[in-house]
C-alpha cells in the first residue's frame, strides 16, 4: 500500500503564500489520485484540491479556486499544493489522501490511505 508524507506546513500572514508538498512511495493504481484535505479545530474535514495522476486533471473546492494550484512531479512521486492569497480561514491541519480514481473526489470515507498531517496557520 502507499505511503503517503506531507510537508511545508507553517506559520505564514494573510496574504501570503506556501508551498505543501505530498510525497508518494510510488505510483500504483490506489494512488492514481491524490487529494488534499484540511482540517480545522472543532470542524469536518473537507475536500480542498484533488489530481488525478494519469491524465493530469485536477479539481478543486470553490473556497479555494483561484488561489490554490494542485500539481504533481512524476519523477519525484510527489504531488503540490501551492497556496496563494492565504486568509486566516485557511489555517488548518492539511492532509494528503489517495484513492484509485477520482470520481467522488471531494468524499472523504472513499479515501483509503492518508498521510499525518501538516499543519498551516494564517494570521491576519
Known amino acids: 500500500q502507499v505511503q503517503l508524507v506531507e510537508s511545508g506546513g507553517g506559520s505564514v500572514q494573510a496574504g501570503g503564500s506556501l508551498r505543501l508538498s505530498c510525497a508518494t512511495s510510488g505510483y500504483t493504481y490506489t494512488s492514481n489520485c491524490v487529494a488534499w484535505f484540511r482540517q480545522a479545530p472543532g470542524k469536518e474535514r473537507e475536500a480542498v484540491a484533488a489530481?488525478?495522476?494519469?491524465?493530469?486533471?485536477?479539481y478543486y473546492a470553490d473556497s479555494v479556486k483561484g488561489r490554490f494550484t494542485i500539481s504533481q512531479d512524476n519523477a519525484k512521486n510527489t504531488v503540490y499544493l501551492q497556496m496563494n492569497s492565504l486568509k486566516p480561514e485557511d489555517s488548518a491541519m492539511y492532509y494528503c489522501?489517495?484513492?484509485?480514481?477520482?470520481?467522488?473526489?471531494?468524499?472523504?470515507?472513499?479515501?483509503?490511505?492518508w498521510g499525518q498531517g501538516t499543519q498551516v496557520t494564517v494570521s491576519s
Open positions: 489530481i488525478s495522476r494519469g491524465s493530469g486533471a485536477t
Open positions: 489522501a489517495a484513492k484509485s480514481n477520482a470520481i467522488t473526489w471531494s468524499i472523504r470515507s472513499t479515501y483509503t490511505t
